[in-house]
């Protein structure tokens, strides 16, 4: 079904007995250059996973105010040369509109400078902001997420592996709010008065599972993944306003 997980809760018929979510980019997609996700190849500058809507890395990186643009990188990206990204990006793009990922890669290389042999491509955090900004990837986790709740049955499992922290620390809150087990939002507050609704969810993961040496050793490309599981309580979903609170996005 061609549709955004966001979107679960609406065309997913309820209760269903488990809801496995494996966030992010294919390794189909990543080695398809047309689909402008790596800088692997020389692709158009694109990364919509939906290609039927929505603005494209390039509508991003040619129109964003430098400041806008620079906080994306730094949010997104957890990039702390954002700024002097988005400065050499608005500079250049005056000359010419960026149109492939090859023109934005090496851009950011020219003004970032290259680690140590072995570590990350300079232009991989700025790759990975624009692809989580033009999908939306955070605010599409957290509608998923509430969604779970309201199609999974007593007992159901929530299953979610991701390949970032910013999606984990998402999953991670999510599951303890929902559980009931995420601290007083004020000392002065007595414990049961933080309490929210009844839990919906019990963890079963205390700790996020990582890939098994024989995994990563066969497929690399999982050796940042980690999975989290829920099991889904009889209690009521929570209500809307209860969506990921601040605390839980922190
Ligand atoms: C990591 S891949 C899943 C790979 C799959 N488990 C496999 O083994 O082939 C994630 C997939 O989810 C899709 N996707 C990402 N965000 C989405 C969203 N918000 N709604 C629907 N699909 C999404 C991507 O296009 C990609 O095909």
Redesign the pocket.
């Known amino acids: 079904m ?6 679960v809760a609406d065309i997913v018929e309820a209760p269903v007995d488990g809801f496995v979510l ?8 990543l080695d398809q250059g047309e689909r402008g996700f790596s800088f692997r190849f020389d692709g158009p500058l694109d990364m919509r ?2 290609t039927t809507q929505g603005e494209s890395a390039a509508d991003l990186v040619n129109t964003l105010p430098e400041k806008e643009l620079a906080d994306l990188i730094y949010l997104y990206g957890e990039e702390r040369h954002s700024r002097r990204i988005a400065k050499a990006i608005v500079a250049a793009r005056t000359e010419k509109p960026f149109r492939t990922t090859g023109e934005l890669a090496s851009l950011v290389r020219s003004v970032l400078p290259r680690g140590k042999k072995d570590e990350i491509d300079p232009a991989t955090r700025t790759f990975q902001a624009l692809r989580i900004a033009v ?3 955070l605010g ?2 957290e509608r ?1 997420l509430a969604g779970s709740e309201r199609i999974l049955a007593e007992g159901g499992r929530l299953v979610v ?1 991701t ?1 970032h922290s910013l999606e984990d620390r998402i999953v991670k809150n999510f599951m303890k709010e929902r559980a009931g087990d995420s601290p007083s939002p004020s000392r002065h507050l007595p414990v049961m008065a933080a309490q929210g609704p009844e839990p919906t969810f019990q963890i079963m993961t205390k700790k996020a599972v990582d890939p098994s040496e024989g995994e990563t050793r066969s497929n690399p490309r999982a050796r940042s993944a980690r999975l989290r599981a829920a099991i889904r309580t009889g209690a009521a979903p929570w209500p809307e306003e209860h969506g990921m609170t601040e605390r839980g996005r922190a």
């Open positions: 061609h549709e955004a997980f966001g979107n494996d966030l992010g980019v294919s390794s189909m997609q996973m939906d999908n939306d990837e599409e986790l998923a592996v390949f």
